[in-house]
């Protein structure tokens, strides 16, 4: 049987809750019909219009909160992706008719992103309940016809319960900085081996929360002819994963320069991760350039595979040797390893799963976009196509993961 066509924008103006769009600018896109009914508004005064020039605080009330709480939670949505489901919000309404005339109103709001093809956040969804009779319904059956202490009692508990997830978003956005200073201080210096052109990036994802777990790191082998180029991803966020980030880095720069190959060195790196607390899933890649034989010798823990662009713009992922995450095999066995000829002027890119990642998205839509986007700027120099690869990757409304890369122009 043939699905009937869907008026989608009839459905929109027929939902019996009030629905608004929002830009993530917090301009007014469109309303259904029950919207327009609980805010007193017509279309012409909301769309095109910034949400506090029609809706600001009540300045009868210097303890209004709404219009802030609502504008934090609204930010919140847009930067992180996440919906918001807000506490009871006491958010009183001009009158449309009546200038200087407040009503007490009471609101249940949600907010939703609404990503765009690429994943970013492009619209955001503003659903809200009006319960103002319920509450005063409440307040006269706790208190006849005195006062509704209850009434009274819920707005204040309403306003402990925002400052209370204030303090927590400030006590998160300290964590961050002091996470963010260890991770840097723990990554390596931005000197590279001598005679090795790269490029290295680390950027931290616009949430406080998903931040600090990614690591890279360069290991120069002179004797031999060798380098090793390393990247991984400790599974959790903030000060812990840093701290288990900087172990597991330090832990797999001394196995490279002992092992035979990245096979070997992950292979100690996973015996190790067995020890330290919070490494458990952690995802890795190692390559190991041979100067002499121009080759490359690769190996990844669960990690996004390697990128190898050769002149010609053809663009290869070394993905033949992939294993599980550290930790992840009950038992131990060796670590796969494979090996790939490269020729003169091709690029080695090496990154974590933040700058290929969507929500929504299969993976192999993200490691497509980066092929693109290293075959296209693959002549530039390391420090040029770094940025130019963040610049195509990465989404309008910033990383929701830190991100990690390494260029290497061999």
Known sequence: MNRPEVDFEAVFHALPGAVALLTPDLVYVEVNEAFLAI???????????????????????????????????????????????????????EDADRPGVWHERWWSPVNVPVPAADGAVALLLHRVEEVTELIRARGREGAGERTPVLEAEIY????????????????????????????????????????????????????????????????DMPAEGRAAVTVGDVVGHGLIAAG???????????ACRVAGGPG??????????RSVEGAECTTAACVFIDWNTRTLAYSCAGHPPPALA????????????????????????????????????????????????????DIDTGLDRLARSLARHRDLIPEELADALLTDLMPPSGLTDDTALVVVCL
């Open 264 to 273: 070997q060195a992950l292979e100690a790196l996973g015996l190790y991760a």
């Open 156 to 219: 204040t508990r309403s306003r402990e319960l925002q400052e209370v997830n204030e303090r927590l978003r400030a006590a998160h956005a300290r964590e961050r900085e002091v996470a963010l200073h260890l991770q840097r201080a723990m990554l390596p210096a931005s000197g590279v081996p001598e005679g090795l052109r790269v490029a290295v990036r680390y950027q931290p994802a616009v949430s406080a929360l998903n931040v600090c777990g990614d690591w890279y790191d360069l290991i």
């Open 244 to 254: 288990v980030m900087g172990q597991l880095r330090s832990a797999l720069s001394a």
């Open 310 to 361: 050769r002149p010609d713009g053809t663009v290869t992922f070394l993905a033949q040797a992939t294993d599980p995450p550290l930790g992840a095999r009950p038992e131990h066995s060796a670590r796969a390893q494979e090996h790939l000829p490269f020729p003169e002027g091709s690029v080695l890119l090496l990154y974590t799963d933040g700058l290929v990642e969507r929500r929504g998205e």
């Open 39 to 93: 805010s007193g508004r017509t279309r012409a005064q909301l769309i095109g219009r910034y949400l506090f020039d029609v809706f600001p605080d009540n300045p009868q009330d210097p303890a209004a909160s709404g219009m802030r709480n609502l504008q934090a939670s609204l930010r919140r949505v847009a930067e992180t992706g996440e919906r918001d489901s807000m506490a009871l919000q006491r958010y009183d309404v």
